[in-house]
T-cell receptor, first 115, second 113 residues
Framework: NAGVTQTPKFRILKIGQSMTLQCTQD?????MYWYRQDPGMGLKLIYY???????DKGEVPNGYNVSRSTTEDFPLRLELAAPSQTSVYFC??????????????FGSGTRLTVV | AQSVTQLDSQVPVFEEAPVELRCNYS??????LFWYVQYPNQGLQLLLK??????LVKGINGFEAEFNKSQTSFHLRKPSVHISDTAEYFC???????????FGRGTSLIVHP
């Protein structure tokens, strides 16, 4: 059972380039999330999804886009990369039973540098 | 709106000593509470969770936490730490009926030999 898989693990982008961060989960979780983590700042929610075909903005969505065509995949698109997007990106998924969240499963992260 | 405050950004401790990492939250409705651990260059891993029932929650790696509703706290404890416990620890909450967690800024636990 792979859990949440993120690719690539590392990437260097030039300013203005675009890329897609891939996220796949094999646990049949309905809920999926994208976070960025900057030193000393904790986790900031970029986008989230409550199921296939449904996405919504989080706290810091500017400069990013997402799609959720299947339950398993939740890619994050960066358009026109900027140095401010240098960060570590984490994808996570979760499930609920009777309204209670049983915790989040995180991927191992993508370390992105924009130069 | 809900919030999570981790009162210490860094906690240094010697090996085999006890440790407490503090977490306070603010919410006007019922919450689910979590502690996560992040080892260097890895993702977050669930340590333990409080959903309902007993206020003392036991997790992996010998950690436990106590939910205190009157003090709106969910402090994490371990009676004897190891070098391998050196990591970043995050407290998180989710309001019942929501699906967006709120994370604290993290506490760096540094265990010295």
């Amino acid at each position: 059972n792979a859990g949440v898989t993120q690719t690539p693990k590392f990437r260097i982008l030039k300013i203005g380039q675009s890329m897609t961060l891939q996220c796949t989960q094999d646990m049949n979780h309905n809920y999926m999330y994208w976070y960025r983590q900057d030193p000393g700042m904790g986790l900031k929610l970029i986008y989230y999804s409550v199921g296939a075909g449904i996405t919504d903005k989080g706290e810091v969505p500017n400069g990013y886009n997402v799609s959720r065509s299947t339950t398993e995949d939740f890619p994050l698109r960066l358009e026109l990369a900027a140095p401010s997007q240098t960060s570590v990106y984490f994808c996570a998924s979760s499930y609920k039973i009777g309204g209670a969240n049983y915790g989040y499963t995180f991927g191992s992260g993508t370390r992105l540098t924009v130069v | 709106a809900q919030s999570v405050t981790q009162l210490d950004s860094q906690v240094p401790v010697f090996e085999e000593a006890p440790v407490e990492l503090r977490c306070n939250y603010s919410s006007s409705v019922s919450v689910y509470l979590f502690w996560y651990v992040q080892y260097p260059n890895q993702g977050l891993q669930l340590l333990l969770k409080y959903l309902s029932g007993s206020t003392l929650v036991k997790g992996i790696n010998g950690f436990e936490a106590e939910f205190n509703k009157s003090q709106t706290s969910f402090h994490l404890r371990k009676p004897s730490v190891h070098i391998s416990d050196t990591a970043e620890y995050f407290c998180a909450l989710e309001v019942g009926g929501s699906y967006i967690p709120t994370f604290g800024r993290g506490t760096s636990l540094i265990v010295h030999p």
